[in-house]
């Protein structure tokens, strides 16, 4: 059992006022595991006051770039030390397989702490000559100040490493808010940053649902959101951040396109799309789950798909052999069940699953491939956020890129051929945020974001620290020493 009665505010571990407690549940059994307490409003009112100390605290904001970088790279230290751990707890609370977890939630936040820790020892300050000689202006960087982060629940660690690291790199300093689902991990990653001597306020933790979410990202005391989440929610705090004119970064859902041109050899194909459309059991933002088939070829590519879908290992996701563990909640279950059952109804050939797997608990499905679909349909067109793929046959290449941008999203996209030039010109076309040639897997050192729905703003790169930077001119009328 997981038993928590703190938070992790202000460098120390507090119990709530409030008393109240959330029970952390099992996908796999339906058992409860764990409990952690639930903030209330003085909880964040206290977590928002620390966050405000440290940004001006000689610990924190007396370092030097090179300084904060040495800090952080001794977090990332600590984080590899306990990462199976955290990989762990993430597949306990979600029932993402362990074989995605070690190497996204364990090994992930530490390459991205590491990269942004060498980005931050970068100097704050750049000395700028006018081009007409009068005087010269010193360029800062410096930390945009308090930043709330929210986070759902498919990869925690990550998603919240995507936006705590280069916050910190920054020196900025954070309110964390993760899902009520995944909140583990949450508290985990706080104790690794107290053993790595984070300073105290830097990084505190609140835990409770959407209605503390929105207290939070409102706060008067905090200056940047970032949030990762559902397009419904994003646009309700775009709407609050567009009020208070406070910076935000949204990463929503997304509806992403795998493109299958016509020379694409099959079995590399499928074997790319069993990560590119199905990774963490269909639970993954960016995935590629709408996939566009040759007219010619839709019969075969159905096939292949269905046969995919067909051979991949349901079960416990401790197993390192499972390929689909169950799904993180009975509630994300019956929404996928509800878009199966309307693509049964829709006409549409169900080829593969279509129900849910022989285990008598835990919140299973199958993964399920539907053919013949229309790009106008609800399956097609709204997110699913399980192991749901469609197929969807188009004529004519220019045809299959106006179906991959006929959407509400632009997260990902694959493209699959065996001309890589033919690829690069094709992803061109889509209109995304990424698309990936033959294969799809986020880079730390280029910017991942999405257009339309899927979100404002980038993150991970270069662009992903400047999220987290504001940016000071001081003029002066003549130059002085360096
Ligand atoms: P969700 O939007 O319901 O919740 C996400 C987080 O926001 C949770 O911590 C929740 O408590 C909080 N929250 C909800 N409403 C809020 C509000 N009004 N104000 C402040 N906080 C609020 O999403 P979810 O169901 O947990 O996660 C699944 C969604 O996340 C999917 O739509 C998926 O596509 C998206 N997602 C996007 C990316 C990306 O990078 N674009 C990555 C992963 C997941």
């Known amino acids: 059992m997981h038993e928590h009665e703190s938070l992790y505010l202000d460098g120390a571990w507090v119990r709530p006022a409030g008393g109240a407690t959330l029970a952390v549940i099992s996908p796999d059994t339906e058992e409860r595991i764990g409990t952690v307490p639930v903030a209330g409003e003085s909880e964040v009112d206290a977590a928002v006051a620390a966050a405000g100390r440290a940004l001006r605290a000689p610990e924190w904001a007396g370092l030097s770039p090179e300084q904060r970088s040495g800090l952080l790279l001794g977090f990332a230290a600590e984080l590899e030390k306990n990462a199976g751990e955290r990989a ?7 029932g993402m397989p362990i074989s995605i977890a070690t190497a996204a939630e364990g090994a992930g936040p530490v390459g991205i702490l590491q990269y942004f820790a060498m980005l931050g020892a970068q100097p704050a300050e750049e000395r700028r000559t006018r081009p007409d000689g009068r005087g010269v202006t010193v360029v800062r960087k410096e930390p945009v100040g308090v930043v709330a982060i929210v986070v759902p629940w498919n990869f925690p660690q990550v998603l919240t490493m995507f936006k705590l690291a280069p916050a910190l790199a920054a020196g900025c300093t954070v309110v964390l808010k993760p899902s009520p689902e ?23 933790v609140v835990t409770g649902g959407a209605d503390l979410g929105a207290y939070l990202v409102a706060h008067p005391g905090v200056q940047k959101v970032a949030f990762t989440g559902s397009t419904a929610a994003g646009r309700k705090i775009g709407e609050v951040c567009g009020r208070l004119l406070r910076p935000v970064t949204l990463e929503l859902g997304g509806k992403s396109a795998a493109i299958v041109l016509d020379d694409a050899d099959l079995a590399t194909t499928v074997q790319g799309l069993a990560t590119s459309s199905l990774l963490n059991t269909g639970q993954t933002c960016y995935l590629s789950t709408r996939i566009l088939a040759p007219r010619a070829r839709h019969d075969e590519v159905l096939a292949a798909v269905s046969g995919l879908a067909s051979a991949l290992t349901i079960g416990d996701p401790l197993d390192p052999a499972t390929h689909l563990g169950p799904l993180v909640s009975d509630r994300q279950r019956q929404k996928v069940e509800q878009y199966v059952a309307l693509g049964k109804d829709s006409g549409a050939t169900l080829a593969a699953g279509g129900g849910r797997p ?5 919140w299973y499905v199958q993964p399920t491939v539907f ?3 229309d790009n106008g349909s609800r399956l097609a067109r709204e997110e699913i956020f399980g192991p749901v793929l469609t197929v969807i046959p188009y004529d004519g290449v220019d045809e299959a890129v106006a179906l991959a941008n006929d959407s509400d999203y632009g ?13 690069l010109d094709v992803a061109r ?20 974001g999405g257009v339309k729905a899927s979100g404002v703003g980038r993150e991970l790169g270069p662009e992903g620290l400047a999220a987290y930077q504001q940016l000071k001119s001081i003029y002066l009328g003549q130059e002085i020493s360096a």
């Open 358 to 362: 022989d285990r008598d608990r835990g």
């Open 429 to 448: 076309r889509v209109e995304s945020g990424s698309v990936g040639v033959n294969f799809y897997d986020l880079d730390v050192n280029a910017p991942f």
């Open 88 to 94: 762990a707890l993430t597949t306990i609370q979600n």
């Open 371 to 373: 053919g013949g679909v």
């Open 182 to 204: 995944t909140t583990l991990d949450a508290l985990e990653l706080a104790a690794t940053a107290e053993r790595a001597g984070l300073p105290a306020g830097v990084l505190n």
């Open 411 to 423: 997260l990902g996209g694959t493209i699959w051929t065996t001309d890589v030039e033919k690829g």
